[in-house]
């Protein structure tokens, strides 16, 4: 492990990773040689046992059927299967102003590509504004909405439960982007509503990079946009139209996906309640610290709810700047945009702003010797 | 005839599912690939009790399959 290097970007990627999860990379290396599903043979049947194994802790997870968890290369590979397979042309889409790229882009270019519409509704604070927004957004020719559970941003919890309400009674798609919010927040696909759930694996559900679900409560039908070899019904040259087969054409990770599993029963075993609670009270004890410390502008709301992700800059300090500033102290906290240019926008803060984003193996002394850098960068670095 | 029923499933994980719904109702099975097939991988679960109980949980759970030996198990 790298010594001296205190990692605050666990909303891109959490580092370290639990002890179990390297072991089950290293298990499956050494013991899973063979293609998952493909084959007969010792090494094949192995690997294919150990996938099941985890579709099955996976579904236990977010409650839903083994069948409907698809393992992705990462989160945004996930929004792109949920959203290319299942918005169709000229359909209306209703989205957030909290949105990553990985939605944003991919709607854009399918406004292009399939002449879809959509609208953008802006995130309130109040949640009931929010809620209100997205029943007006909502049209006949509305099929799908696409929205994140928490922004990657700043945090902010988006009231996914109403929102899902909305679209169970007028029959609209509900996707979410869970990146941020998995492993923070127990998450059911059925007490929640939502209808197909995109996550990655390696951050709050402690896998390694690489690792992206798309995990499905099986009503929608979600159309491959990448065909290929499934191991089934193999004499077809059409794609199996049955789940998980018909979304995972070529060899699975089997390394990667043995390390979400171990990472998912990390968090199932540490509990994702203490999980939330323990980290909270960094971003808390963060943010005690930070309004003490002259010129600090953090960007939440006292009406909001939102997960331990706190953004925030110093007056006249670009935020790359002071980033690289910590990075040299040894903080490591994302700068910039964080592929958010709309929440950014929402914001005000288009250069972007320093992200602070702890995990469970953070420690509140870090937290403090962190603030007592950003302290110095004050004086230190040069104000523009 | 057969002491034993087998069931062809289309993929590897239809034939976990079967064994898994199959077995926390304390019906026996095992998987394996099926060889005489020109399908792909068609995996195959056999059965050594219950057949006609086992039929009626995998058409609850809706799990698709195909008989291709029907032995004399109940």
Do not use: W
């Not at chain 1, 046992?49 to 997870?61: G, K």
């Not at chain 1, 939440?300 to 700047?321: C, G, M, T, W």
């Not at chain 1, 964080?338 to 288009?350: G, R, Y």
Request: proline letters at 3%; hydrophobic letters at 35%.
């Amino acid at each position: 492990m790298m010594k001296n290097i205190i990692n605050f970007d666990n909303a891109a990627t959490t580092f370290p990773k639990p002890e179990s999860v390297k072991n089950a990379v290293l298990y499956a290396i050494e013991n899973c040689g063979g293609n998952a599903g493909r084959g007969g043979h010792a090494l094949s049947m192995k690997s294919s046992e150990l996938v099941y194994q985890t579709r099955t802790v996976i579904s236990s997870f977010f409650d839903t059927e083994p069948e409907n968890v698809i393992f992705c290369s990462s989160c945004t590979h996930a929004l792109n299967t949920a959203i290319k397979g299942f918005v169709r042309r000229d359909m209306h889409v209703v989205t957030s102003s909290l949105e990553h790229n990985s939605v944003l882009r991919t709607l854009v270019a399918m406004k292009k590509e399939k002449n879809i519409s959509i609208s953008v509704v802006e995130v309130s604070a109040d949640d009931s504004v929010t809620i209100d927004s997205f029943r007006r957004a909502i049209t006949d020719k509305t099929g799908a909405v696409i929205c994140t559970i928490a922004s990657n941003v700043t945090g902010q919890l988006l009231p996914i439960r109403e929102i899902s309400e909305i679209c169970r009674r007028k029959n609209i798609c509900l996707i979410a982007d869970g990146a941020q919010a998995c492993g923070h927040i127990p998450i059911s696909l059925k007490k929640y509503g939502i209808n197909i759930l995109c996550t990655s694996g390696h951050k709050g559900l402690y896998g390694i990079s690489g690792t992206g679900l798309l995990v499905s409560d099986g009503k929608y039908n979600i159309k491959p946009f990448m065909h290929g070899g499934t191991g089934s019904v193999s004499t077809s040259p059409v794609q199996p139209d049955f789940m998980p087969d018909s979304l995972e054409s070529g060899t699975l990770n089997i390394p990667g996906i043995f390390s979400v599993k171990a990472g998912i029963e990390f968090v199932a075993n540490t509990g994702i309640e203490k999980i939330n609670l323990f980290e909270e009270n960094l971003a808390n004890e963060f943010i005690n610290r930070l309004k003490k410390i002259p010129d600090v502008i953090i960007y939440r709301s006292d009406s909001a709810h939102y997960l331990p992700v706190v953004s925030f800059n110093l007056k006249n300090i670009p935020s790359e700047q002071l980033s690289s500033y910590l990075d040299k102290k040894g903080f490591c906290l994302r700068a910039g945009l964080h592929c958010s240019p709309i929440a950014h926008e929402m914001l005000k803060t288009q250069t972007g702003t320093v992200r602070f984003s702890p995990s469970v193996f953070n420690s509140a002394v870090e937290v403090k010797n962190l603030c007592y850098s950003i302290k110095n960068a004050t004086y230190t670095i040069e104000k523009i | 005839m057969n002491n034993h029923s087998v069931l062809k499933l289309k993929s590897y994980t239809n034939a976990m599912k079967a064994s898994s719904v199959l077995m926390q109702s304390g019906i026996e099975c095992s998987i394996s690939r099926t060889v005489t097939t020109t399908d792909g991988c068609i995996y195959t679960l056999t059965l050594y009790t219950d057949f006609e109980k086992a039929q009626s949980i995998l058409q609850k759970y809706r799990i698709d399959y195909i008989i291709a030996e029907e032995g004399a198990v109940r």
